[in-house]
């Protein structure tokens, strides 16, 4: 996959501009890579960060950021009705990467404490009936509906124990 980030191909540390958004994305993305993030952590970060600053609004100056920012960006994330997990995932990414700018001094203060964090609802799971476990049972034990057809039987019996004996139900 393409990098989120356009990164020219040789870039020293006097070509940067520390007032840049985007370069400051970049800088903490390799930062976390450095420190022994994985991969997959990392691309999540930038990923978030990059929905951040495609926001309306945004400034480019990290030092005209505001918590009226992150609230806007939320506010974009459930307006394509993400799931709350999805939101307080990208909430999380960004709040990392805006704690990272206030220690490094790009931002004056830490405001992603104003914005309550999105809370996400234990979903209750329907747990499988007794009965319902019987009639699976009862079709896997069945005999094949046509001819030429071999299910296996054994196979299926030994899965549907396994998932009732370890309790695998939902």
Request: hydrophobic residues 40%.
């Amino acid at each position: 996959t393409a990098p989120a980030f356009p990164r020219p191909k040789r870039v020293t540390l006097n070509d940067l501009d520390p007032s840049d958004m985007t370069v400051l994305g970049q800088l903490f993305v390799t930062y976390k890579t450095s420190v022994g993030r994985r991969e997959r952590t990392t691309a999540a970060l930038e990923d978030a960060i990059v929905r951040f600053l495609q926001t309306p609004g945004v400034p480019s100056d990290p030092r005209s950021l505001s918590a009226d920012h992150l609230v806007a960006f939320l506010a974009s994330l459930w307006k394509r009705q993400l799931r709350p997990s999805s939101v307080n995932h990208y909430q999380r990414g960004v709040n990392e990467w805006i704690r990272w700018l206030f220690k490094r001094g790009s931002v004056t203060w830490d405001f992603t404490r104003e914005v309550d964090t999105v809370r996400v609802p234990s979903e209750r799971m329907r747990m499988v009936t007794n009965d319902v476990m019987a009639r699976m049972l009862t079709a896997a034990i069945a005999p094949p509906v046509k001819k030429g057809r071999r299910p296996c039987r054994e196979r299926n019996v030994a899965l549907l124990r396994l998932m009732f004996d370890t309790g695998l139900r939902r």
